[in-house]
């Protein structure tokens, strides 16, 4: 059974900074494609961060840009989400996602691309 398992989430304030991991079971990461999405309350889900197969192409939305780094450890299995500079906009639930994929430097950027998901952890920052 494929799971993900997200943890490192908490209360921060503004301008902090925070790691976010993604354990997967089940199967090796390094034949997908991953991701970071957030949801806050009342929100639609946003995407955050996308990263190839490879893990040399990577991709993020301008409200994340030069703030947050994705990477990937394919021999500890994990994904990685690095946040610095803490906004109170960036408070929300934060999920990964895996997306298996034959392709090694191709990354997703939508949602319904992503196959397995996991139950988010949750991002608080205050002002």
């Known amino acids: 059974q494929v799971q993900l398992v997200e943890s490192g989430g908490g209360l921060v304030q503004a301008g902090d900074s925070l790691r976010l991991s993604c354990a997967a079971s089940g199967r090796t990461i390094s034949r997908s494609a991953m991701g970071w999405f957030r949801q806050a309350p009342g929100k639609e889900r946003e995407f955050v961060a996308a990263?190839?197969?490879?893990?040399?192409?990577?991709y993020y939305p301008d409200s994340v840009k030069g703030r947050f780094t994705i990477s990937r450890d394919n021999a500890k299995n994990t994904l990685y989400l690095q946040m610095n500079s803490l906004d109170p906009e960036d408070t929300a639930v934060y999920y990964c996602?895996?997306?298996?994929?034959?392709?090694?430097?191709?990354?997703?950027?939508?949602?319904?691309?992503?196959?397995?998901w996991g139950q988010g952890t949750q991002v608080t920052v205050s002002s």
């Open positions: 996602a895996r997306h298996d994929t034959i392709y090694r430097t191709i990354y997703y950027l939508n949602g319904y691309e992503y196959d397995y």
């Open positions: 990263i190839s197969r490879s893990g040399d192409r990577t």
